[in-house]
């Protein structure tokens, strides 16, 4: 009930394409969820974060997409950069709770 | 406002030693965590201090890892002794409410 699953594994585009990266989960008291985006050698850094009292959430290029019926949420890079490769954790927080999925992680070619 | 920082960034030892890891959170955070990243894998917590009482430790191999919040500030996880399957990045993180603040991990290596 605690798991976070997400897929792909790994996404390879080109630059310019719209990658996208989609997360599951189980547990309903979960209330926020946030996106974590970690390059190498560095901690996950906070993204983007949805509440499921809302569908959709843009900021700049990312948006995340939230389908509370279904439990299931995804984020969408608009125009991707070389810039954006880095590897991607959903994640979904509740009662002090922080659960990360497995991991994305994503090339943009020139 | 400055980071969550840890030290040391690096850290190889022999197995069965001991290594200890510091962190220093965002002032006024009054949430730390201490999460384990095995290469390939997310995140996995350890361990979750309110101020300076452990709200949740049942992840944290209690046998040979140890960690403390003393003042309700600082943090030190220790390992004692290690083992080959404890090379990994440990990150240690703050939060007030919701969203985490990530320092960038001590990468521990057990040879």
């Known amino acids: 009930q605690q798991q976070v699953k997400q897929s792909p594994q790994s996404l390879i585009v080109q630059k310019g394409g719209i990658p996208i990266i989609n997360c599951a989960y189980e547990?309903?008291?979960?209330?926020?969820f946030p996106w974590y985006q970690q390059f190498p050698g560095k901690g996950p850094a906070l993204l983007i974060a949805?509440?499921?009292?809302?569908s959709e959430k843009k900021e700049g290029r990312f948006t995340i997409s939230f389908n509370k019926s279904a439990k299931q949420f995804s984020l969408h890079i608009m125009d991707s950069q070389p810039g954006d490769s880095a590897t991607y954790f959903c994640a979904a927080e509740g009662t002090d709770k922080l659960i990360f999925g497995t991991g994305t992680r994503l090339q943009v070619f020139p | 406002e400055a980071g969550v920082a840890q030290s040391p960034r690096y850290k190889i030892i022999e197995k069965r030693q001991s290594v200890a890891f510091w962190c220093n959170p965002i002032?006024?955070?009054?949430?730390l965590y201490w999460y384990q990243q095995i290469l390939g894998q997310g995140p996995k917590l350890l361990i979750q201090?309110?101020?300076?009482?452990?709200?949740?430790d049942s992840q944290l191999p209690k046998d040979r890892f140890s960690a403390e919040r003393l003042k309700g500030v600082d943090s030190t996880l220790k390992i004692q002794p290690a083992k080959l399957e404890d090379s990994a990045v440990y990150l240690c993180?703050?939060?007030?409410?919701?969203?985490?603040?990530f320092g960038s991990g001590t990468r521990l290596t057990v040879v």
């Open positions: 993180a703050s939060s007030l409410h919701y969203g985490y603040t």
């Open positions: 201090f309110q101020n300076n009482g452990v709200v949740d």
């Open positions: 547990n309903t008291a979960f209330d926020y």
């Open positions: 949805i509440r499921p009292d809302v």
């Open positions: 002032s006024g955070h009054a949430t």
